[in-house]
């Protein structure tokens, strides 16, 4: 089942089906400061449009931040702390047309000005070339009449983003360790997402059990997360 598929659940369906949404399409419970504190350093963002008010927010399968709140934690982060590099990549936009396309780039550059490194940079740059200016932050988008138009984003072709696609530890493995054999050393950033994707066959499981399962069966987002970041970890320490 994918984030739409959810989205149009919480937004026709019953209560019932707005608590299974709200399981497993919240996939972060902490505040996009919290995050930057904890040591993160890329976010993967999607936005849609909300018809009752107008306004652009992040949205996996539910509505959740708006735009601007999000751009001003990461604006107060970056100025406080200037040493970090943060990557913001945009990479998906429910619903929004042109024009909201355009509303939305507008505010990227608005709140995060000069911050912004500019894409005639590219994947070889080196932290000191970013040390040396005043700029900070990586935006990606993932759209290329936008990046055409303003210097200010990277064009999403400038990343590889490998996506396992998995549902079980083994699936996860292969998937990530073959992404990293692919992975062309040329000018592209890279990154591996270490996640299960739950289909619909995971979430009914959660909802009402899977007798062949050996230990619970996670009936959250947050759940199979506990599940998974424990593999990803092992990865980590074998790819070293």
Not at 53 to 73: A, P, R, T, V, W
Request: proline share 4%; with cysteine.
């Amino acid at each position: 089942m994918c984030s739409s598929d959810l989205f149009w659940m919480d937004k026709f369906g019953s209560s019932f089906t707005k608590e299974i949404t709200a399981r497993w399409a919240k996939t972060q419970d902490r505040s996009i400061t919290d995050q930057l504190l904890d040591g993160i350093r890329y976010f993967d963002l999607r936005f849609c449009f909300n018809e009752e008010n107008g306004g652009i927010y992040s949205c996996h399968g539910l509505i959740s931040q708006n735009i601007f709140d999000i751009l001003k934690e990461v604006k107060e982060f970056s100025l406080e702390h200037p040493d970090e590099i943060l990557f913001l990549d945009f990479r998906k936009f429910s619903g929004l047309d042109d024009n909201q396309l355009m509303v939305l780039s507008h505010a990227i550059i608005s709140q995060l000005g000069s911050l912004l490194l500019p894409n005639r940079y590219d994947g070889n740059t080196r932290p000191k070339q970013i040390w040396d200016s005043p700029h900070r932050i990586i935006a990606l988008f993932h759209n290329s009449n936008i990046t055409k138009e303003y210097y200010q984003f990277w064009d999403g072709g400038k990343i590889l983003h490998v996506w396992p696609d998995a549902r079980s530890n083994e699936e996860l493995d292969n998937n990530l360790t073959e992404g990293l054999k692919t992975r062309r050393y040329d000018s592209r950033l890279f990154v591996s997402s270490g996640v299960f994707t739950p289909n619909s066959d995971t979430i009914l499981d959660g909802i009402i059990g899977n007798p062949f399962s050996s230990g619970k069966t996670p009936d959250s987002i947050e759940e199979l997360t506990e599940t998974v970041n424990p593999i990803v970890i092992e990865l980590l320490d074998k790819w070293k």
